[in-house]
């Protein structure tokens, strides 16, 4: 059977190779770079940064106890040169990974004419098409919109902005506001509600105090204008700085119109198994909307692909695990499916748990901090919020604890590696006593 897959991203990459491993026929399509937003404009380029930054606090804190002694001097240029040398050895991986299970790859513009597909001027049949074609950044339609920056410009930019608007309230808009507060911007956050909604009250309140205390933060803010050098929002109130958009993302899916259907907000409508109101296709990634998570993405893109090769498999949500990016990750889990009663939860939280990459920060008191809401019936964790340096791997084995639906008291054999794995054991413990 041919299989045609349309974009290259997370989904659609962890899809081509899937279907190839899996023995199918695959012509994978894509407009422009090979692994699509998060490896050439998104999270990989974000990480990249974030990886500088902490760097460049942890010379500041060992100069502060005195005993390195250290100025250090950053090139920008130097380090959006090194990140696109970086990508482009990553592009050939990802290629030849592809290739390597037979799949054929063109670089070119798609479009569906009914069974066709249509690109560099050649018309291709499938049996299969999975449309993968991921999201772009939104902007808001405001008078000056043309002088935003967005993550697709991060790499665009000559050196450091001196100062920085950044626009929106989420996830993007932190790791933005981190990284640069932390190279030497003056860095202001705007948002229309409340910032980081994902996380908890005191969760936010420890990132704001601990981790962004340089960055200015204006909620329930709106943005009337915004101009090459500065912003104008309600109550005509003038920020000074580049205006950058962080207002969420826009799907892909003008490829699709008409072919299948869509839902009010323009995504791609699914079902389970990642296949659209036609029965050949399928769609998978941010295209379809929901968590717009690399992780995601794949899991949604492998899911797609087995079904589309006679393999009947299902797509779950449950306990997604999440990150932020700063100095220091947050990382966050809830089960949205439980149904504990209200009479039932209990909320613990402790300050951070030395672990690894924390003996440093014990000194200055910043090793993070932990909130976990748990059913004590069932003795089953529904929400964790946890700011440590190894968040982003703690939060990975208990949301996974999480969708397994074990028992906390299954954990008590678990037997940690000194330091890796001690934060994990700490949190289950902290909640036994």
Known sequence: MENIVIGSGPAGRLASLELGKLGEEVTLIEKNHIAGTCLNEGC????????????????????????????????????????????????????????????????????????????????????????????????????????????KDILKIDDIPEKLNIIGGGVIACEIANIYSTLGSEVNIIARSQILKEISETTKKYVLKHIIPDV????????????????????????????????????????????VELNPDNTIKVNEMMKTSADNIYAAGDVTGGYQLTPVARMEGI???????????????????????????????????????????????????????????????????????????KNRINRINHVSPSSVSDIAYLSYLMRMDYDLDDYGEFLEIHPSTDTNYKIIKNMWL
Not at 49 to 71: A, C, E, H, P, V
Not at 243 to 250: E, I
Not at 329 to 356: L, M, Q, W
């Open 216 to 259: 200015n933060i204006f909620e329930n803010t709106n943005v009337k204008e915004a101009f090459k050098d500065k912003v104008l929002t309600d109550g005509d109130a003038e920020l000074e700085g580049i205006p950058f958009f962080a207002t969420g993302r826009t799907p892909n899916s003008e490829i699709a119109k008409g072919i």
């Open 303 to 377: 899911t797609a692909a087995r079904n589309m090769a006679n393999y009947s498999n299902k797509v779950s949500y449950e306990c997604i695990p999440q990150t932020l990016s700063l100095n220091m990750e947050v990382s966050f889990v809830e089960n949205e499916k439980s149904e504990c009663r209200d009479e039932d939860k209990a909320t613990i939280a402790f300050p951070g748990i030395g672990g690894p990459g924390a003996f440093w920060n014990i000194l200055s008191g910043d090793t993070g901090y932990t909130e976990v809401e748990f059913d004590k019936t």
């Open 44 to 151: 990989m380029v974000v990480c990249a940064l974030t990886d500088i930054t902490k760097f460049i606090d942890s010379n500041k804190r060992f100069n502060n106890y005195g005993f390195i002694k250290s100025q250090l001097e950053i090139s920008y240029e130097k380090i959006v040169e090194k990140i696109t040398e970086t990508q482009i050895k990553l592009r050939e991986l990802n290629q030849m990974e592809n290739e390597s299970v037979g799949n054929n790859i063109i670089y070119g513009q798609a479009s569906i004419e009914g069974d066709i597909v249509k690109v560099n001027n050649e018309s291709l049949e499938y049996d299969n098409l999975l449309i993968a074609t991921g999201a772009r950044p939104f902007i808001p339609d405001i008078p000056g919109k043309e002088y935003g920056l967005t993550n």
